[in-house]
């Protein structure tokens, strides 16, 4: 399957952005699909996930109550939705799918075989 990530870009302070993850390739209904995050000097971290089966959702414990995931299997696409945007949620993000992830993976950069190119998502204070 091949990833395609857009709706980075620069916003204020406390506002919005709504990332997508489109993919084509595959049956996109048999991946788990996730969003991981860098910044620059850092390693990549765990944003957010759905699950295939029944759409279950994980969250890092620094976006919960703020970021929301979703997915539209009609469409082939993995939404993340960032509300109430912190300046530390400024990094390259990038959004990953496997058919086979493991639960005790689902955060884990290994849990995922299939990577997207990133898009930039800057805050600016």
């Known amino acids: 399957v091949q990833l395609q990530a857009s709706g980075g870009g620069l916003v204020q302070v406390g506002n919005s952005l709504k990332l997508s993850c489109a993919a084509s390739g595959g049956t996109f209904s048999r991946y788990n699909v996730a969003w991981f995050r860098q910044s620059p000097g850092k390693e990549r971290e765990f944003v957010a996930a759905?699950?295939?089966?029944?759409?279950?959702?994980y969250y890092a414990d620094s976006v919960k109550g703020r970021f929301t995931i979703s997915r539209d299997n009609a469409k082939n696409t993995v939404y993340l939705q960032m509300n109430s945007l912190k300046p530390e949620d400024t990094a390259v993000y990038y959004c990953?799918?496997?058919?086979?992830?493991?639960?005790?993976?689902?955060?884990?950069?290994?849990?995922?075989?299939?990577w997207g190119q990133g898009t930039q998502v800057t805050v600016s204070s």
């Open positions: 759905v699950w295939r089966r029944q759409g279950s959702t």
């Open positions: 990953a799918a496997d058919t086979g992830t493991i639960l005790s993976s689902v955060r884990d950069v290994r849990g995922y075989h299939y």
